[in-house]
C-alpha cells in the first residue's frame, strides 16, 4: 500500500545509516551507565589480549637465556593470570550486553504493541495480521542481536585491534607490516562476499514475514479450510513458502560457509609470511626468537576480531533494515486522534446522536474516485429512542457505527454526540459513554469474568455477576466448572456461539454505557436465545438511546423508528406500520424475509 509502506518486507536501505545508529542508541539513554560499565570491561578484555604474547617474548628471550626459573614461574603465572582476567571480563562483559539488549528489547517492544494498541483501523484492514507480528518480533529479535552481541562488542573488536597493531609495530614495524600485507585481500573477500549475504538476508527476512502470514491466516481460518477439506491444497502452499524460506537460509549459510575458510586461508597465509620473513630475520640476528613467536601468537588474536567485524557487518545490515521498517511503523501518523484542545463531555451523555450531511469511502474506486459507501446521510436519534438501520447487504449499516465510534472519520459532514461534534472530543471519553455488541464476538482466552469487565478497575465482581444475571448469561456461567473463573478458550473457543453473545451482552452492559449498540447482536444466535436476549434487554434499554442493525426485521419491529439505508443513503425512516404501508424498500425486505413458503 503507498500509504503504509512501513511495513513493505523489501525496505532494505544502507548497511549503515547514521541517522538510523542515532536513534537506536537513544534507547541506551536510561542505562548509560551501565553501557560505561560494559565499554570499560571491553577495553580492560581487549588490553588482555596483548598481554600473553607479551609475556611470551620475554619468557624467550630473557628468562629462559638467563636460567632464572622463578622469573620464568613468575611470568607463565602472568600469562595464565592475563587469561584468567581476560575469561572474567569477558563473562562480565557478556552478561552486561545481554542485560542491556533484553532491557532495550522490553523497551522497544512496550512501544510497538502501544503503538499497535493506537493505530487506526485503516491499517490493519490492509496489513496482514502475521506480517504486524513479524515486526514485533523477527525484526525486535534482529535488533536483540545487535544490542547484545554486536553494538557493544564491536567496540571490543576495534579496541582488540587497535592494541594489538599498536604492540605489534612497536615491537618490529617490520615484520608488523609484513603481517598487515594481506589485509588488502582480506578487504576485498569482506566486499565481494557482503552483496551476495545482504541479498540472501533481504530474501530470508521478507519470505519470513510471508510464512508467518500464511500460518496466521490458516490457523485463525483452520475450520474453513477443515469443511472444504483443503488440508492437503494448504500443506503445499506452506510448502513451498517454507522451502523458500529455507532455501534462502541455505544461500545465505553457503555465503558464510565460503567467507570463513577463505578469512582462516588468508589468517595461515599471514602466519606463513611471518614465519619465512621473521625466520629469515632470526637467522641474520635482526629480530629475536621471542619476537617472532610472539608474532605469531599476535598474528592469530588479530584476525580473529576481523572474522567478528564481518559477521557485524551482516548483523548490522539486518539491524539498519529491521529498525527502518520499525521506525516507519512507529513514525505512521494516526488520522484519528485526540484533538489538542478537547472538549469535555457532561458527566452523563443524554445520548443524542446526529449525522449531518455525512459522506464516507474506505477507499477509491478503479478510475481513483472515493467509493462512497454513505452519501450525504442525515439523521437524528433522540436521547432515549431507539431506532433500527436496515437495509440489504453493503449498503453502509456498520459503516454507520464505525464512524459513531470514531472507527473512522468521516470525509464530509460531521457527527455530533449531544450537539458536540465528537472530532472535538477525546477518543476514550466518546467510547465510554457507547456499548457496542457484534455479531462476531470476540472473546480473549481467559475466564468468563476478564471477557465481561476487560480488566477495568471500575467494575466489581458483584457488577459482573449482576451484569451476567441481568442479561440471563449467569445461568450457563454458574454450571460451568469453574464458574466466572472457567477459561473460554482462544476466541472463546469453549462456549458455544449463543454462550459468546450473551457474555458479550454482559460486557456491555457491565460497562453500563449511556447508548447502546447492537450491530446484528442476535443473528448468530437461535431463537430461544434470541428471546432471551430481547427480554433482557428490553428492560435494559428504557431511558437508554439504542441503536440496532440487524437483517432480520422480527428483531427491529418494535423500534421506535427505523431508517432504511439504500446504496449509502436514507431512502425511508418511520414505523414499522409506516414503512409498511409506504410499500417501498422496507416493505420488499418485508415480504421476502416473511413470505410463506411452499412445498
Known sequence: MAELNTLDEEVFGKAYDARLMKRLLRYLGPYQWRVAVAVSVLILASATQVIGPWLTQIIIDEAIPSGDRNFVALLAGGYIAAVL???????????????????????????????????????????????????ITNDVETLNELFSSGLVTVFGDVFTLGFIVAAMLNMNWRLALVSFSVLPFVFITAFLFRARIRNAYRDIRGRVAKLNAFIHERFTGIRIVQLFNHEEEQANLHAELNQSYLDAHLRSITYYALFFPIIQFFTAFALALIIWYGGLRTLDGAIT??????????????????????????????????????????????????????????????????????????????DGKPDWILKDLSFTISPGEKVAIVGHTGVGKTTVINLLMRFYDVDSGQILLDGSPIQHSKLQDIRARIGLVLQDVFLFSQDVGYNIHLGSPDISREAIRSAAKRIGASRFIEHLSEGYNQPVGERGSGLSVGERQLVSFARALAFDPDILVLDEATSSVDSKIEEQIESA??????????????????????????????????????????????????????????????G
Open 289 to 366: 626468537v621471542g619476537i617472532l613467536a610472539a608474532f605469531l601468537q599476535y598474528a592469530r588474536r588479530f584476525f580473529r576480531p576481523i572474522q567478528d567485524l564481518s559477521e557485524k557487518y551482516n548483523l548490522l545490515q539486518g539491524a539498519m533494515a529491521s529498525s527502518e521498517r520499525i521506525f516507519k511503523l512507529l513514525d505512521e501518523e494516526n488520522i484519528i486522534e485526540d484533538p489538542e484542545n478537547p472538549v469535555a463531555l457532561p458527566a452523563t451523555t443524554h445520548g443524542q446522536i446526529e449525522f449531518q450531511n455525512v459522506w464516507f469511502a474506505y477507499g477509491k474506486d478503479r
Open 85 to 135: 582476567l581476560g575469561a572474567i571480563l569477558t563473562y562480565v562483559q557478556g552478561v552486561i550486553t545481554t542485560w542491556l539488549g533484553q532491557s532495550v528489547m522490553y523497551d522497544l517492544r512496550t512501544e510497538i504493541f502501544r503503538k499497535f494498541q493506537r493505530m487506526d483501523l485503516r491499517m490493519y484492514d490492509k496489513n496482514p495480521v502475521g506480517r504486524l507480528m513479524t515486526r
Open 537 to 598: 434487554t428490553e428492560k435494559l434499554l428504557n431511558n437508554r438511546t439504542s441503536l440496532v442493525i440487524a437483517h432480520r426485521l422480527s428483531t427491529v419491529q418494535n423500534a421506535d423508528r427505523i431508517l432504511v439505508l439504500h446504496k449509502g443513503t436514507l431512502h425511508e425512516e418511520g414505523t414499522h406500520e409506516d414503512l409498511l404501508a409506504l410499500d417501498g424498500i422496507y416493505s420488499r425486505l418485508h415480504e421476502l424475509q416473511f413470505a410463506p413458503t411452499t
